[in-house]
């Protein structure tokens, strides 16, 4: 009987150890789970506001299409805009203060590469540069210049494709 009793202690205390390992061995990989779901919450959420400031943006310059192209034109008026003057207006109408030219347009905000471009990051065209627009997605810039005015060009071949310099992320 002594021995039974032993033995049953035993394989009470292995049931009791081996739960109290595997509850130790969950909870340590439950913790950096719930870290990383936190994070990549978060990041789909700044994610998230950035898609929708872009589609403001996209939104708001649509409302422009067709408008005259006029070198020198200010931000302040909507009967014509130059190509900064175009991008410094919807970006302000959404929040997003710019610097008037193209040239120091193209120092703000973080770099991206041509292969990484978002809606809402601003193209960057010539060495110097001398032209910005705006990208809505699928190889397509709104931007104005000569004869069509505010327009939608595509930039993944052709003259925009073979002019391309840079570009910058603005959207937070």
């Known amino acids: 009987m002594n021995?039974?009793?032993k033995s049953r202690l035993k394989k009470s205390l292995l049931g009791i150890t081996l739960s109290v390992?595997?509850?130790t061995s969950i909870n340590l990989i439950a913790i950096p789970q719930s870290a990383h779901a936190a994070s990549s919450d978060a990041a789909t959420s700044a994610s998230t506001a950035a898609s929708g400031k872009a589609k403001s943006i996209i939104s708001t310059g649509k409302q422009y299409l067709?408008?005259?192209y006029?070198?020198?034109a200010t931000k302040d008026r909507t009967t014509s805009f130059d190509c900064s003057s175009f991008t410094q207006f919807i970006f302000a109408k959404n929040g997003i203060t710019l610097p008037r030219s193209s040239k120091e347009q193209s120092q703000v905000g973080t770099?991206?590469?041509k292969n990484q471009l978002q809606p809402g990051d601003l193209v960057f065209f010539y060495s110097p540069i001398h032209h910005v627009?705006?990208?809505i997605g699928n190889g397509k810039i709104m931007h104005t210049y000569g004869s069509p005015g505010v327009t939608i060009s595509d930039i993944t071949s052709g003259w925009w494709s073979d002019h391309y310099k840079?570009?910058?992320r603005v959207i937070n």
């Open 21 to 23: 390992s595997l509850i």
């Open 166 to 168: 840079t570009a910058r």
């Open 111 to 113: 770099f991206v590469s």
């Open 66 to 68: 067709g408008v005259r």
């Open 70 to 72: 006029q070198f020198g």
């Open 3 to 5: 021995i039974m009793k």
């Open 133 to 135: 627009g705006i990208y």
